[in-house]
């Protein structure tokens, strides 16, 4: 089986690739990838080579296939696995593995440190580090791009999960936020805050009685009540409050907003100290502030008042990524309906992933999905009906996508896998 396939061989240095793939042992699978979604990891191990913990060594002389956050369809089962997958399932990758090496646990992941699986391949080996820990997980929804976005939609759902109180007179830590009680996601309408704010709308099983979003552009604001209404919230409980802290006192605004008594979960999506402060000026007693935005630069800080702390409870943590069960349960809930579309922004197909990926902090807007089967540029979604003037092809997409309040869909991507051949005409 052939595979074209983005190879990482070093620092900046990835190469669009065609080869072959070996045949399968007993304890693999050959799966065939229809889309994978660009991470910043992949552009943080793509400028880092070998200097990126879950990078090989010899990238240079074995290089790996890039790309973690892919979903497709089962082509082949290996002896060993045929009882629980068939050809035919559709699936999506839990990508951090840990597994035993001598007395050392080796963290790797695909997309970082395999040669024969990764996201930006049409065809890949899933191997038995993925399997023997559940990391392929079956995917039963519509479409192929719900279950490219599981592994994003995880995160968010691990932080809401890793967010603790205490119980009053005992050191018993409870896990998760606060039920009935008042959220603020600050700096929260990029790709990662809107997954948050999805999943508080849909979620069931716990919710806050209040949710304040924040940032300091009211277009993007704008933007995220349109694909998450205040109306959609409120049909589910939740009193969703869109806020602009561009200008005036933004600590006064929120602590208004929460009738006084400050936050009990809030959680901050941009690694700026100011935002930071923010979050922490407004923790209500007890309250727990989740530092979920990433930072590259290692000395970080932020002021924190440690009256609270030790006064009011106050305190902190830090999430990243999800776990397998976190995966599990955005497979479960995209099933049951929550579509994660509003994280993506542009569609490109496999010749698109090398300058996608190197330049990823310079692209705006959010999740870039990538169809490996296909060759296209780049092209934002809100371009595609000004492309569609000249292309019947992008006029199709551009209609199919306006269908939906102007976000990718269903309907849009099983019209891009069975018409791209039209793409160039």
Known sequence: MKTKAVRLYGEKDLRLEEFELPAIKEDEILAKVICDSICMSSYKAANQGTAHKRVPNNVAEEPI???????????????????????????????????????????????????????????????????????LLSYDGPGFYPASLAEPLSCVIGAMHANYHTTPGSYVHKMEIVEGGKMAILAGVGPMGLAAINYVIHRSDRKPSICVVTDIDQTRLDRAAEIYPVEAAKANGIVLIYLNTGEGDPVAKLKDLSGGTGYDDVFVFAPVPAVIEQADDILGFDGCLNFFAGPSNPQLKAQMNFYNVHYAYTHIVGTSGGNTDDMKEALEVMTKGLDPAGLVTHIGGIDAVIDTTLDLPNIPGGKKLIYNHIEMPLTPIADFAEKGKTSPFFAELANLCEKHNGLWNIEAEEYLLANFEDLNQ
């Open 65 to 135: 296939i890039i790309g973690h956050e892919f979903a497709g369809e089962i082509i082949e089962v290996g002896s060993k696995w045929q009882s629980k997958f068939k050809p035919g399932q559709k699936y999506s990758i839990q990508p951090a593995i840990y597994y035993e090496d001598g007395p050392v646990g080796v963290l790797s992941a695909p997309g970082y440190s395999y040669k024969y699986i990764g996201g930006d391949a049409t065809y890949v080996i899933i191997p038995k580090d993925v399997l023997e820990q559940d990391c």
